[in-house]
C-alpha cells in the first residue's frame, strides 16, 4: 500500500503505540485523525505533527462511536485506513465484585468498538481504490493471561473476527491486517515488570507490513511465541502465566 496523501483514522493515537504509529503514518505523507477521550493530549500532537486532525470520542460508548462513523463519511477526505488500536487491559479476578462491570468495560473497548467500526465502514472502504484495515491484537492471543480476563477474550474474539473479515473481502481492494505487538513500554504495561519494546519499533513493523501487504504482522518477541506456541503450546501458556502472576491485580 502506497501511504501518500491517504487519510487515516486511529483510534487512541494520542499516546502509546497510537502515537507512535500516527508518527509513522505522519512521516509516511498520510493524514491523519487521532481519535481518543483526552482532547488536549490529542491536540498536543496535533500542534506537535501537524498533518493531524482530532475527535474526542469514547469508543466504548455506542452512541459516541455511532457519532464518529457518520463524521467519518461526511469528510471531504475520504478514509482509506482504519487503525483500531485503542485498548485497555485489566488485571482482576473472576471473583472479584466488580468483575463483571470490567468485562463489560474491557470488552465494549477491546473487542465491540473495532468490530463496530469495521462494520459500519467497510463499505465505504470497500468502495476506494486502495485501503487498509489494521486490528491490534497482540502476542497474547497465542498465550492469554489468565489474569486479564476480559482482555483475553477480547483481543482472542479480535482475532477470530479479524480472520472472518479477511475472508469475507479477500480479492478486493481492501486489505485486512492483524497487529500482534509484544509487551511494549507504555501506560497500559506499567503494572507489567518484564521485558518490553518500544513502540517505535512495533509502529515500524506496522508500515512495513502495510508496504508489503501482510496479513499478520508479529514484531519483536511475539514471532518467538509464535513458534513457542505451536511447538509446545501447555509449556508456553504455564511459565507466560507463572511470571504475568507477579503482577498485582487493579
Ligand atoms: N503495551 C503493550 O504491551 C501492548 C501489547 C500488545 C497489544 N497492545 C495493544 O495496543 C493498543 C494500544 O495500547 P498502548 O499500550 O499504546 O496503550 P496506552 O498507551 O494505554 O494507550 C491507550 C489508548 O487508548 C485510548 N483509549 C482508552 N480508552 C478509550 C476509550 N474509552 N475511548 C477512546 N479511546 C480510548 C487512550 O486514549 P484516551 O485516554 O485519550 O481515551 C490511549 O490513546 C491496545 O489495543 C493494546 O491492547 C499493547
Given at each position: 500500500m502506497n501511504l501518500k496523501n491517504k487519510t487515516a483514522l486511529v483510534t487512541g493515537?494520542?499516546?502509546g503505540i497510537g502515537l507512535a504509529i500516527t508518527r509513522a503514518l505522519v512521516d509516511a505523507g498520510a493524514h491523519v485523525i487521532i481519535a481518543g477521550r483526552d482532547l488536549a493530549r490529542l491536540d498536543r500532537v496535533r500542534a506537535e505533527l501537524g498533518n493531524v486532525s482530532t475527535i474526542q470520542v469514547d469508543l466504548a460508548v455506542h452512541g459516541e462511536r455511532e457519532r464518529l462513523i457518520a463524521t467519518l463519511l461526511q469528510r471531504?477526505?475520504?478514509?482509506?485506513l482504519l487503525i483500531n488500536n485503542a485498548g485497555i487491559m485489566q488485571y482482576f479476578?473472576?471473583?472479584?465484585?466488580h468483575a463483571l462491570a470490567r468485562l463489560d468495560a474491557e470488552l465494549a473497548l477491546d473487542l465491540h468498538a473495532p468490530i463496530h467500526l469495521s462494520t459500519a465502514l467497510l463499505p465505504h472502504l470497500l468502495s476506494r481504490p486502495e485501503a487498509a484495515i489494521v486490528n491490534v491484537t497482540t502476542g497474547l492471543i497465542y498465550a492469554p493471561f489468565g489474569n486479564t480476563p476480559g482482555y483475553s477474550a477480547a483481543k482472542a474474539g479480535l482475532h477470530g473476527f479479524t480472520r472472518a473479515l479477511r475472508w469475507q473481502t479477500r480479492g478486493t481492494g481492501l486489505k485486512v491486517i492483524e497487529l500482534m505487538p509484544p509487551a511494549v513500554d507504555t501506560e497500559l504495561t506499567r503494572r507489567y515488570d518484564g521485558s518490553k519494546t518500544d513502540p517505535e519499533s512495533v509502529a515500524r513493523a506496522l508500515m512495513h507490513g502495510l508496504v508489503k501487504g501482510l496479513d499478520e504482522v508479529r514484531p519483536g518477541q511475539t514471532k518467538a511465541l509464535y513458534a513457542m506456541s505451536r511447538i509446545a503450546p501447555g509449556f508456553i501458556f504455564r511459565a507466560l502465566n507463572k511470571a504475568a502472576d507477579k503482577t498485582p491485580l487493579d
Open positions: 493515537g494520542g499516546v471531504d477526505a475520504p478514509l482509506d479476578s473472576l471473583a472479584d465484585d
